[in-house]
């Protein structure tokens, strides 16, 4: 393959994975921040813990109707619109540090388009990458996801360390405007599409008809909704270990702000290491697979 046919069919693709890249390094500064802004405002683990009871909150509040919503509206203009709302709101959360129930709110706002962008960007992608590429592109998405992990909490680290926890707030703002402005540059694959469901207003006879084919979608694939069941059930309680993470670095082992985020950074490192193997050894899946 030459390089010029490789650089078309990857144009895209590169396109939508710095624009993940930079929104994912954003989301774990702003992770940080949030976390010690709520700490350092109550001295409460549990009001840290809160944070992590929202998300799944949110996401079960906007998955009764989210599915339908995303079915029905342009993928793209769908992600743009999230990516400017998100960068909105957390804009408006730099300036409310002060009061807690107006910032759970926010984040209860923010967790709610974080939940409609999951599966509208999956759906995107879905369309936009071909089958004989999709190993590679979620290959190097996983890496992505490492590598912000990696460098989410080192950046936070430097900002602590220079400024403030809002300097953090910012600076994921700007990286969901960025995630937006890339986005445009995406095609449209829903352009020339004609979708039956896409003339139906939204209703609570669609939501039900929506609801109903899931759920014979469920019992049709019974095995697949188990294994789905049991990997919600292991991120929540990691999540549930998570949230006591800032209490017992701060209060427990008595590390700084930037301490806080250089030993999350560490954390990521297996992580990343992993991911890197996969994309390295993702295109050599069949050789690896006769040697076995």
Not at 182 to 187: A, E, G, I, K, N
Not at 235 to 243: E, G, K, N, P, W
Not at 251 to 276: N, Q, R
Request: aromatic residues 14%; positive net charge; charged residues 10%.
């Amino acid at each position: 393959m030459n390089i010029r046919k490789l650089a078309d069919q990857w144009k895209y693709p590169s396109i939508l994975l710095f624009g993940i890249g930079i929104s994912n390094i954003g989301a774990w500064v702003y992770f940080l921040a949030l976390n010690l802004i709520v700490f350092n405002m109550t001295g409460s683990p549990l009001a840290v813990a809160v944070l992590y009871i929202i998300k799944p909150l949110a996401t079960l509040f906007t998955n009764l109707w989210g599915g339908s919503v995303i079915d029905r509206i342009n993928k793209k203009l769908l992600m743009v619109t999230l990516d400017i709302i998100q960068g909105t709101l957390i804009t408006c959360l730099a300036f409310f540090t002060n009061t807690l129930w107006i910032i759970y709110l926010l984040v209860f706002v923010i967790n709610m388009a974080s939940s409609l962008y999951g599966p509208t960007s999956v759906s995107y992608i879905t369309r936009l990458i071909p089958t004989e590429q999709r190993k590679r592109f979620n290959s190097l998405r996983s890496l992505l996801d490492s590598g912000a992990f990696i460098l989410g909490p080192a950046i936070t680290g430097v900002l602590f360390m220079i400024g403030t926890p809002i300097y953090a707030i910012f600076i994921n703002a700007i990286a969901f405007y960025f995630s937006a402005l890339v986005t445009l540059f995406m095609p449209n694959v829903e352009k020339h599409r004609v979708s039956k469901s896409s003339n139906q207003r939204l209703s609570l006879s669609l939501l039900k008809q929506d609801w109903k084919e899931v759920l014979q979608f469920s019992r049709q694939f019974l095995y697949v909704m188990t294994v789905y069941f049991l990997f919600i059930a292991f991120i929540v309680m990691q999540t549930a270990i998570d949230s006591l993470e800032v209490a017992f670095s701060k209060e427990v082992i008595s590390l700084s702000d930037g301490e806080y985020g250089f030993l999350v950074s560490i954390a990521g490192a297996g992580i990343l290491v992993g991911s890197l193997m996969n994309v390295l050894f993702t295109k050599n899946s069949r050789f690896l697979y006769s040697l076995g």
